[in-house]
């Protein structure tokens, strides 16, 4: 039945403009400009100050740690801290496990 009816073959597209390979990745670079502002750098932003607040730790300051305990400082060694939190009692903690250090007076209000 080809006789009665001619065979319609397709064309060729023509070649259109090579897509741009930055704009392929543009999408990609976005969301990791977004990571990097919203999540990497605050995150490094309050490990830098974690590590100040650490270095600058001085005998007698008055501190929270992470677990809850307030406590005065009575010894720093370089990994570790002893603190008295109580009249008599003396715990022994590493330094990354102190969380803030508190304004003078706090303990005696506490």
Known sequence: MDF???NAYAQAAAPGP?????????PLLILFGVFYFMLIRPQMKRAKEQRAMIG????GDEVLTNGGLLGRIEDIAEQFVTLEVAPNVVVKLQKQAISAVLPKG????A
């Open 106 to 109: 706090t303990l005696k209000s």
């Open 4 to 6: 009665f009816i001619a």
């Open 18 to 26: 090579a897509p741009n390979p930055l704009l392929s990745f543009l």
């Open 56 to 59: 600058a730790l001085a005998k």
